[in-house]
T-cell receptor, first 114, second 111 residues
Framework: DAMVIQNPRYQVTQFGKPVTLSCSQTLNHNVMYWYQQKSSQAPKLLFHYYDKDFNNEADTPDNFQSRRPNTSFCFLDIRSPGLGDAAMYLC?????????????FGEGSRLTVL | QKEVEQDPGPLSVPEGAIVSLNCTYS??????FMWYRQYSRKGPELLMYTYSSGNKEDGRFTAQVDKSSKYISLFIRDSQPSDSATYLC???????????FGQGTTLQVKP
């Protein structure tokens, strides 16, 4: 089945130790998103790629970076995780033409910062 | 003021009850309205989608949009324990605009 796959599902890191989360998709969607979701809060958009064009949200901290080496893969790098970065990180994809703009989500990567 | 407001609950109902979940919003440009269901420790999955105003029904689920009141609802009939999840409303001004989520309402359906 076509899907959005995130790895790892659970990541534990130490304060300040860099972390990379990965996302792959078999949907061949041209848009990929990274959201941060803290407990009992709405998912918060960090950035998205429209094809190779990177779009950063104004309030996304510099500590967060992303790479999209090809259509299928996208990475979220947290350079120096703080305690406040502990959250579920959701990757999502969508197509931009001829549809509702529905987002397809992966199962998320839950980050714990010690 | 948040663009999208959603009562976080939690909401607890007995099996078979009718559930009403609601969101209000402030941006009159929103055109696409969605409800996502998120099970514990999982990613959200699209449950219902509505364009502009009106109703949409899919099995036990009905989505309503009232653009004049800036109010959307999701009704669940004959609720089941398997409906226990967090329900997120989401909306966007166009099919390529930024999708804005509500906080989510946690629903528990007790057998």
């Amino acid at each position: 089945d076509a899907m959005v796959i995130q790895n790892p599902r659970y990541q534990v890191t130490q304060f300040g130790k860099p972390v990379t989360l990965s996302c792959s998709q078999t949907l061949n969607h041209n848009v990929m998103y990274w959201y941060q979701q803290k407990s009992s809060q709405a998912p918060k958009l960090l950035f998205h790629y429209y094809d190779k064009d990177f779009n950063n949200e104004a309030d996304t901290p510099d500590n967060f970076q992303s790479r999209r080496p090809n259509t299928s893969f996208c990475f979220l790098d947290i350079r120096s995780p703080g305690l406040g970065d502990a959250a579920m990180y959701l990757c999502a994809t969508s197509r931009t033409s001829g549809n509702t703009g529905e987002l397809f989500f992966g199962e998320g990567s839950r980050l714990t910062v010690l | 003021q948040k663009e999208v407001e959603q009562d976080p609950g939690p909401l607890s109902v007995p099996e078979g009850a009718i559930v009403s979940l609601n969101c209000t919003y402030s941006n009159s440009a929103f055109q696409y309205f969605m409800w996502y269901r998120q099970y514990s420790r999982k990613g959200p999955e699209l449950l219902m989608y509505t364009y502009s105003s009106g109703n949409k029904e899919d099995g036990r689920f009905t989505a309503q949009v009232d653009k004049s009141s800036k109010y959307i609802s999701l009704f669940i009939r004959d609720s089941q324990p398997s409906d226990s999840a967090t329900y997120l409303c989401a909306m966007r001004p166009g099919n390529t605009g930024k999708l804005i989520f509500g906080q989510g309402t946690t629903l528990q359906v007790k057998p």
